[in-house]
């Protein structure tokens, strides 16, 4: 339907234009006499703003200041009109409100939305003010007034143009990345305690809304679950986050703590909000990893970095409590967590070096399909002999097929798998 939405778009746009003209003209000419804004084109069946303005709902003066807001992305010249001169004063009228950068295109802000609502009569600038309230449902719909400027989201934009949200991409304005696996539930590897625990999890993800919603919960136990993976690399706490998304259809993107963490106040603050507002509203899953990064014990604020720091902390943990989805922090180290974090988890589940048994199984699911091996291979055996994870295994099969190839073999022999052991035990600093 992406016709469809496209020309629902054109046609809020070309209305806002025409109500733009039509608020300078009154307001240069006709200043005291009424003002009767043209009225909101119909729908345009099948488009997503249609949808959403019957879902807000949103009546004329709401798809107005959506409208304004969302013209700079898609039609900015639509708002020159207002870089219209006072000469009077040789500068831009202070009615219209908004910034007029030395290059670019003019940017609304809140005066600009009341000016066309209201144009200079206070009581209804103070009425139309209602619109922007936090629970309204403009800001339900995603648009932003941070520092009274109007903005909309580039994925609400895109949404309202093609019908539904973009992939985003992972950037330094976007610190995520989308997290997927080709494996199955079948195929992670875990004690049976820590499979029950995992359980749990993807319980509530198939149930919260009969819990909080049916059996009246929703009041006493809030929104969400936060769960801490902690244990040895390798040992499937990403692949359980993957699995849990792949599980349940919801989308799971990883957070990458070193581009969110930064040296400019508010900028990490930044960095985090658009993530946060897009799981919410679309029903991600979130996976930080190496969380010790950012959630280690924190430092008694005796410096300005320090206070900066706990701040940032302050600041995640409050998005975190907030997020109505599934958060999962993982680290490799429980002690690396402040204690103090612990009760705002739902769960903590340590996920253990595999025993023996679960090493074969390990071994079978890498290379018990259709991977050509010598005859000397013993899954039982290479499991006894070596304490490695699943992560290690995978890069000892790497390591093993490539070694494999490049002495001419067409299979995996033993001697390959066990050369491959030693250069991981060594990468590990352990002893072969």
């Not at 109007?150 to 976007?174: C, I, K, N, V, W």
């Not at 993976?229 to 499937?236: E, L």
């Not at 989308?251 to 658009?274: H, Q």
């Not at 010790?292 to 902390?313: I, K, M, P």
């Amino acid at each position: 339907m992406a016709d469809a939405d496209a020309r629902a778009v054109a046609a809020e746009l070309a209305w806002l234009a025409r109500v733009i003209e039509a608020r300078i003209t009154h307001f240069l000419k006709e200043p005291g006499a009424p003002f009767r804004p043209e009225a909101p084109p119909a729908p345009t069946p099948g488009s997503a703003l249609t949808a959403l303005v019957a879902e807000g709902p949103l009546d004329p003066q709401a798809r107005l200041v959506l409208a304004l807001a969302l013209a700079p992305q898609v039609q900015p010249a639509l708002l020159d009109p207002f870089f219209l001169r006072n000469s009077a004063i040789d500068r831009g009228f202070t009615e219209f409100g908004g910034t007029r950068p030395e290059t670019g295109g003019f940017q609304p802000n809140v005066d600009t939305a009341l000016f066309l609502i209201a144009g200079t009569d206070p009581a209804a600038r103070i009425a139309a003010m209602a619109h922007l309230g936090p629970d309204r449902p403009l800001r339900r719909a995603g648009l932003s007034i941070a520092g009274g400027a109007l903005t909309l989201p580039p994925y609400r934009a895109m949404a309202l143009l093609q019908g539904r949200a973009p992939e985003p991409d992972f950037s330094a304005d976007f610190p995520a990345k989308r997290l997927t696996t080709a494996l199955d539930w079948e195929d992670l590897v875990l004690p049976d305690a820590v499979m029950h625990r995992i359980g749990h999890i993807l319980g509530w993800l198939e149930h919260e809304g009969r819990i909080l919603r049916d059996w009246g919960l929703g009041r006493s136990l809030g929104q969400g679950f936060r769960a801490l993976f902690h244990g040895p690399p390798g040992t499937g706490k990403t692949l359980t986050a993957a699995l849990l998304g792949k599980r349940t259809g919801q989308p799971v993107y990883r957070i990458d703590l070193s581009m969110v963490v930064s040296k400019y106040i508010g900028e990490t603050e930044k960095n985090l909000a658009g993530v946060f507002d897009q799981a919410a509203e679309r029903g991600w899953i979130l996976f930080f990893d190496e969380a010790d990064a950012l959630f280690g014990t924190r430092s008694s604020g005796g410096t300005a970095n320090d206070r900066h720091a706990n701040q940032e902390v302050a600041y995640l943990l409050q998005r975190i409590e907030d997020c109505p989805g599934l958060v999962i922090l993982a680290t490799n180290l429980r002690g690396n967590i402040d204690e103090a974090f612990f009760r705002r988890f739902h769960a903590a589940i340590l996920f253990p070096r595999p025993d023996a048994r679960q090493r074969e199984r390990l071994w079978r699911g890498v290379l018990g399909g259709a991977v050509p091996l010598e005859g000397d291979v013993d899954f039982g055996e290479m499991a006894r002999a070596h304490d490695l994870s699943g992560g290690s295994i995978n890069n000892v099969v790497r390591h093993a097929a490539v070694t494999a190839l490049r002495r001419g073999a067409a299979r995996i022999g033993a001697r390959d798998l066990g050369d491959a052991v030693a250069q991981e035990l060594q990468k590990e600093g352990r002893t072969p």
